[in-house]
């Protein structure tokens, strides 16, 4: 059995940077802040895999778990914009820096987290394929929290 914890410089690496390289190691299509939202993030997928033992490889969709930049936006460490300075508005239009909210949006890094939402395939295949890696989540040092179903997404968490 593959083991979950690996070192970089004499350090353990966090759980989830764990269970990303564990699972990519099975063929699964792994990420952290994908591209906007779950619809936008889906198209994002590429086709085949980019690295690792199943490069060039086309990626099984039910195998696929990720989340988006929506999950990881970081409220508490939001600035205020320094182009408008707050107002949303730059020569009379809408800022083009922070789209006219007023304020930049910072993300989390999966480093900077403790656990977040994920996204998979809710098919019945899909939902098969998540059941078989709960244990491989648990090895890694993450927690989980999900129904089983395709209808919610699976909550994953670590320290």
């Given at each position: 059995?593959?083991?979950?914890?690996?070192?970089?410089?004499?350090?353990?690496?966090?759980?989830?940077?764990?269970?990303?390289?564990?699972?990519?190691?099975e063929g699964w299509?792994?990420?952290?802040?994908?591209?906007?939202?779950?619809?936008?993030?889906?198209?994002?997928?590429?086709?085949?895999?980019?690295?690792?033992?199943?490069?060039?490889?086309?990626?099984?969709?039910?195998?696929?778990l990720f989340n988006?930049?929506?999950?990881?936006?970081?409220?508490?460490?939001?600035?205020?914009?320094?182009?408008?300075?707050?107002?949303?508005?730059?020569?009379?239009?809408?800022?083009?820096?922070?789209?006219?909210?007023?304020?930049?949006?910072?993300?989390?890094?999966?480093?900077?987290?403790?656990?977040s939402l994920f996204?998979?395939?809710?098919?019945?295949?899909?939902?098969?394929?998540?059941?078989?890696?709960?244990?491989?989540?648990?090895?890694?040092?993450?927690?989980?929290?999900?129904?089983?179903?395709?209808?919610?997404?699976?909550?994953?968490?670590?320290?």
């Amino acid at each position: 059995m593959k083991r979950c914890v690996k070192s970089i410089m004499g350090n353990t690496i966090m759980s989830f940077r764990r269970l990303q390289e564990r699972l990519r190691d099975e063929g699964w299509f792994v990420e952290w802040k994908m591209p906007c939202c779950q619809s936008c993030a889906w198209a994002e997928i590429p086709d085949t895999h980019q690295a690792g033992p199943f490069e060039g490889q086309e990626i099984d969709l039910s195998r696929v778990l990720f989340n988006h930049e929506q999950d990881c936006e970081d409220w508490d460490n939001e600035e205020t914009c320094s182009a408008c300075e707050g107002d949303g508005y730059y020569d009379d239009d809408d800022c083009g820096y922070c789209d006219g909210v007023g304020s930049i949006t910072k993300y989390l890094e999966s480093y900077e987290a403790d656990g977040s939402l994920f996204c998979f395939d809710g098919t019945r295949k899909g939902v098969n394929q998540l059941k078989k890696i709960l244990p491989i989540i648990e090895e890694c040092g993450c927690s989980w929290y999900w129904d089983k179903s395709g209808k919610t997404r699976i909550e994953i968490s670590w320290d």
